[in-house]
């Protein structure tokens, strides 16, 4: 990557020249176009909605799917949106400036989903899980207003683990947060370009980079103790077995239905035998476990 001042976006100005760095740039970059190719992603000529929240993955995405698109490796146009939902002390002018800034196309859109969620969510429980779903409702309308085909999040390869572990703890089900997903309507892609991707990167990526960070608990609402939970476990794993995340991660891509409970999945039911096959097994043990190699089968006589 030539970081000269004529071939380089704003959204790198002022990168650290460290080695150390250059590296985690280019492990993110790579990463993140390798998850864009295994899924399928790109619809040449497709137009985008990033979500911008203000937090380190989605200043990350935004970084790497803009530099991809500067190479000339991403051929759609980008959006970038930030859905201002009400929180109390958002400050409501970082993200417009520092898009206007960097010279990165935007929508910014105000909707009071605080109000609705704070009023509809019993005390003492999280607001997350609605927050969500009002958020997600409302980007998808977006996304269609601006005649995009996709919605693009920043989630991680450790938020990919955690819903993974807390829909088997929790949900009863192996499930997770596909880097691609068709919404239910049927007429919005959904992309998560940074499932490769360690969350401990975005940290030090848009650390590094001093993306100006808005907090996700503005509300005063953490995220939820299962989650938390989860966390905690994979913290645990990753320091006595360091690179265990990067193991599980895998096991998501390497799926063995006849070897799981969902008849669903596989057929158990119409699952048989081959008795030629049985036989000719048998058969072929006998000879193998006989003396001479030939087994006990009498000569044939002429």
Known sequence: MLDTPTDIHPLFYGAPSTTEYKKLRKR?????REAVEDFGMVERGAKWLVCLSGG???YTLLA?????KWRGMLPVEILACNLDQGQPNF??????EFLEKMGVPHRIEYQDTYSIVKDKVPAGRTYCAMCSRLRRGNLYRIAREEGCSAVVLGHHR??????FMMNLFHGGRLATMPPKLLNEEGDL?????????AEEDCEKFSRAM?????PCDLCGSQDGLQRQQVKQILDGWEKNSPGRRQVMFRSLMNARPSHLLDPKLFDFVGLARDPDKATATAVTADAKSAPDGKGDTPPILT
């Not at 790497?64 to 991809?68: I, M, N, R, S, Y």
């Not at 400050?91 to 417009?96: C, E, K, N, R």
């Not at 450790?158 to 819903?163: G, R």
């Not at 001093?210 to 808005?214: A, E, G, L």
Request: a negative charge; charged letters at 20%.
């Open 210 to 214: 001093h993306y100006p960070i808005i």
């Open 28 to 32: 993110i970059i790579r990463q993140a």
């Open 189 to 197: 892609f959904v992309y998560r370009p940074l499932a490769y991707v």
């Open 91 to 96: 400050p409501a002018t970082v993200l417009p």
């Open 56 to 58: 380190k993955d989605s």
């Open 64 to 68: 790497v799917l803009t530099e991809l």
């Open 158 to 163: 450790d938020d990919i683990l955690e819903t």
